[in-house]
């Protein structure tokens, strides 16, 4: 028999509303199947009338612990079945909502922000709660496709919103092969003061960035580490073409 995917699930609510793009809920079962059977904590930012969170818990049945935060007061009267789903009301990015939410669980193997979709905040809850993220886990940002309009803070060719941000993050996880001509810190001018980058991304915690449309996902390392290539591995013994990489492990042709 097929497991209920998180399309199945979304398609087929009668409960509490939730509104997800086509695109995501099929991205969303290919991204969450390894995590589907593990005790997963979960964060969601942006909760609206709290559908999603019922789908989430839905889906990861041996999950512990799915948090929504809304800076609505009306999600405060939101009442779940499902002891593991909490609602923490107040603005994420500040310090009250997030000492809440630790107070709930001090990390997450996924965090969803779903929220304001105003690129500031996108950009300071990214910073905020990235750290939060297990070794391994994923940070997701929801309708990324509004971070291009203007009166988000964005716009097509904005150097200053929360895209250029995160694009500026590819060349962070190749910083190993840049390091010599310029520092993270002095890189990041645009977006932090000197010296003041987090130490999360100085220290190498981002292994990944992915680019869907209107979704941006975000892996953190297992370590912190900007070696993320690894060592060359060359095997084989006949090299009839390039004896070059025989010659890199002291063999002859």
């Not at 609206?48 to 999600?75: H, M, P």
């Not at 941006?216 to 095997?235: C, Y």
Request: glycine share 8%; hydrophobic share 40%; aromatic share 12%.
């Amino acid at each position: 028999m097929n497991e209920i995917t998180i399309d199945m699930l979304h398609r087929n609510n009668v409960g509490k509303v939730s509104d997800k793009w086509e695109s995501y809920l099929e991205y969303y079962d290919t991204l969450f199947a390894p995590l589907r059977n593990q005790a997963i904590s979960m964060l969601e930012i942006g909760v609206q009338n709290g559908g999603s969170l019922e789908t989430w818990a839905k889906y990861f049945k041996s999950g512990e612990r799915f948090v929504g935060c809304d800076i609505n007061q009306k999600c405060g009267s939101l009442e779940y079945d499902d002891p593991r789903i909490s609602i923490v009301i107040g603005d994420v990015t500040t310090s009250p909502a997030f000492q809440a939410i630790r107070t709930i669980s001090p990390d997450f193997d996924i965090i969803i922000d779903d929220g304001s979709h105003v690129s500031m905040d996108v950009l300071n809850a990214f910073v905020n709660y990235f750290p939060m993220v297990k070794p391994g886990g994923l940070y997701v940002v929801e309708d990324t496709h509004l971070l291009y309009n203007d009166q988000g803070g964005g716009g097509i060719l904005s150097e200053y919103d929360a895209y250029s941000f995160f694009k500026k993050l590819i060349d962070v996880i190749n910083f190993q092969f840049w390091r010599d001509d310029v520092s993270i810190n002095t890189y990041f001018r645009t977006f932090f003061p000197l010296r003041a980058t987090p130490s999360f991304i100085l220290d190498g915690w981002v292994d990944s960035i992915e680019f869907r449309n209107s979704i941006i996902t975000v892996k953190k390392s297992l370590s912190a580490n900007h070696e993320k290539l690894g060592k060359r591995i060359i095997t084989g013994r006949s090299a009839q073409v390039d004896v070059a990489p025989l010659q890199l492990i002291g063999e002859d042709a």
